[in-house]
């Protein structure tokens, strides 16, 4: 692409300015895992614009020098019609970090493809991002200014060449202009512009129909659009759930990827004192709604926030509502008018455990003796590694093995206290295990022209992330904002999910 097509394409979109965000309000990505036969830890700095610049800091776990390249694939673009592979060069600041930047040029699913090569051979995979506007800034007032004087000249210029054209070069050389030729010019420059206030008009006209069209296509914060309702049937509260009804339609049927084995991934987080929170995995009914039956969890109002992904192009996002659960129906029973997801899980974590502290491993206590240790770490910096290493242990301060849960030594989910950012961990890394599946698949298809089916590459089985122990394990993450933070953390031993909660204050 030449300069000046790139300057066009960067002026229009600078108009548009946007922020791209993987969760609510957290856009980074962050893997922590094997790269081929090197560990490897990446932090994708989404840009702020479409298009824009990602920048990738790649951290291989060598000690020996490597090459790495970094490598942009669009989820609609085939590969070989991709850019070549950039390099990510050594970094002079910090030794065994390799950094890079990449455009990513259109709104959508995006997978940055990391290969590593050294001694030990090559690696590869794939980190799937997001490149989704989110918000539209004002146009600068210099900028604006700017165009409009250009523009002004450029007309005053153009009528000044018709009036001349028209009355004046017909005319022999040294020919007085008679009226004549001055009547011919002034209704040429009154054709013109008329010609220019109607092109300026219909302008106005397009630019008003593209801002239109991009507004509704803008994502601020949650997407698609949530309606979540509670109803008692059988003995059982019913999450009933609608996904996208204004977004895509009445008649449209969501096309949804397995995330962990799951289509859905529900959090429910009490408000206004409530410390209870579950994690559940609702059924489809059809089309765009998901049922769920709800756990024992106390009478309240409750913030939802659903992750999904969508088959078509491997975005992944997360949804947001409100609601109130009724009290628990007296006699109430599991086995109700709806399964229940047996990976369902949920708590009361009545005495959650402040970690500000750096120099000690702050613990949560549970009833039936474990513990969960946070290991001491630096203080919490917002875009700076939160240093989320935990260690489970008995009451004895003994390591205990940990049971995959879903397909990770892990979960977590993290939420400031004002609920405007969200994000859901694994020790992976905060990405959509379902959207690597994707770019995964698609790379097979095209290099060996045979797609693995995707349900046969979804991470349901067990996968641990870089640093990982039978007892301990990382979730590589950086609080996105300065604020107060709550992080539960889920693990699984003696067949039994046990959920804790820390409250942070994350610096500046």
């Known amino acids: 692409?030449?300069?000046?097509?790139?300057?066009?394409?960067?002026?229009?979109?600078?108009?548009?300015?946007?922020?791209?965000?993987?969760?609510?309000?957290?856009?980074?990505?962050?893997?922590?895992?094997?790269?081929?036969?090197?560990?490897?830890?990446?932090?994708?700095?989404?840009?702020?614009?479409?298009?824009?610049?990602?920048?990738?800091?790649?951290?291989?776990?060598?000690?020996?020098?490597?090459?790495?390249?970094?490598?942009?694939?669009?989820?609609?673009?085939?590969?070989?019609?991709?850019?070549?592979?950039?390099?990510?060069?050594?970094?002079?600041?910090?030794?065994?970090?390799?950094?890079?930047?990449?455009?990513?040029?259109?709104?959508?699913?995006?997978?940055?493809?990391?290969?590593?090569?050294?001694?030990?051979?090559?690696?590869?995979?794939?980190?799937?991002?997001?490149?989704v506007a989110t918000h539209q800034l004002p146009v600068p007032r210099y900028l604006a200014v700017a165009l409009i004087g250009l523009a002004g000249l450029l007309v005053i210029g153009g009528l000044a060449i018709v009036r001349a054209a028209a009355g004046e070069s017909t005319l022999p050389p040294d020919t007085?202009?008679?009226?004549?030729?001055?009547?011919?010019?002034?209704?040429?420059?009154?054709?013109?512009?008329?010609?220019?206030?109607?092109?300026?008009?219909?302008?106005?006209?397009?630019?008003?129909?593209?801002?239109?069209?991009?507004?509704?296509?803008?994502?601020?914060?949650a997407w698609p659009d949530l309606a979540a309702e509670v109803r008692t049937e059988g003995g059982q509260r019913i999450l009933h759930l609608t996904v996208g009804e204004t977004t895509f339609g009445p008649h449209y049927t969501i096309p949804l990827l397995t995330d962990h084995g799951k289509l859905l991934h529900v959090f429910l987080i009490g408000k206004d004192g409530n410390r209870s929170v579950a994690h559940l995995h609702p059924i489809r009914q059809g089309g765009k709604v998901f049922e769920v039956a709800l756990p024992p969890l106390p009478e309240g109002d409750y913030r939802v926030f659903v992750d999904l992904t969508l088959s078509d192009t491997g975005l992944s996002s997360t949804t947001t509502a409100s609601i109130h659960l009724p009290p628990v129906p007296s006699g109430s029973s599991p086995s109700g008018a709806l399964r229940v997801d047996p990976d369902d899980s949920w708590a009361t974590c009545t005495a959650p455990v402040e970690a500000n502290a750096t120099d000690t491993a702050p613990a949560y206590h549970f009833e039936d003796g474990l513990q969960l240790l946070w290991k001491p770490h630096r203080p919490l910096r917002a875009r700076h590694d939160a240093g989320l290493?935990?260690?489970?242990?008995?009451?004895?301060?003994?390591?205990?093995?940990?049971?995959?849960?879903?397909?990770?030594?892990?979960?977590?989910?993290?939420?400031?206290?004002?609920?405007?950012?969200?994000?859901?961990?694994?020790?992976?890394?905060?990405?959509?295990?379902?959207?690597?599946?994707?770019?995964?698949?698609?790379?097979?298809?095209?290099?060996?022209?045979?797609?693995?089916?995707?349900e046969m590459m979804d991470h349901s089985k067990m996968h641990h992330g870089g640093t990982m122990t039978l007892s301990a394990f990382d979730l590589p993450y950086e609080f996105p904002s300065a604020g107060d933070y709550h992080l539960w953390v889920q693990f699984k031993t003696a067949e039994q999910v046990h959920t804790a909660r820390f409250d942070v204050t994350v610096a500046p």
């Open 389 to 454: 290493q935990f260690e489970v242990c008995d009451a004895a301060g003994q390591p205990v093995t940990l049971e995959p849960y879903m397909g990770m030594i892990s979960h977590a989910a993290v939420m400031r206290a004002d609920g405007s950012v969200f994000a859901h961990l694994h020790p992976a890394g905060n990405f959509s295990m379902a959207a690597q599946s994707f770019f995964e698949s698609k790379v097979a298809k095209e290099d060996s022209g045979t797609a693995m089916p995707l």
């Open 176 to 221: 007085a202009l008679d009226s004549s030729h001055r009547r011919k010019g002034l209704i040429a420059v009154t054709l013109t512009a008329f010609l220019c206030l109607g092109s300026l008009a219909g302008g106005r006209y397009w630019w008003n129909a593209e801002e239109a069209s991009f507004r509704k296509h803008l994502r601020e914060g």
């Open 1 to 131: 692409m030449n300069r000046s097509r790139l300057f066009l394409i960067l002026l229009v979109f600078c108009l548009l300015a946007v922020d791209a965000r993987a969760h609510i309000g957290s856009p980074d990505v962050f893997f922590d895992g094997k790269i081929g036969p090197y560990s490897a830890k990446v932090t994708i700095r989404v840009p702020p614009v479409v298009p824009g610049r990602a920048e990738i800091d790649v951290r291989p776990a060598s000690d020996r020098p490597v090459q790495v390249s970094i490598l942009p694939l669009f989820s609609k673009t085939s590969l070989k019609n991709s850019p070549p592979p950039e390099p990510a060069l050594p970094a002079a600041e910090e030794a065994g970090l390799y950094r890079g930047d990449l455009w990513l040029m259109r709104s959508g699913g995006y997978s940055v493809e990391v290969k590593i090569h050294g001694d030990f051979g090559e690696g590869v995979v794939q980190i799937p991002v997001n490149s």
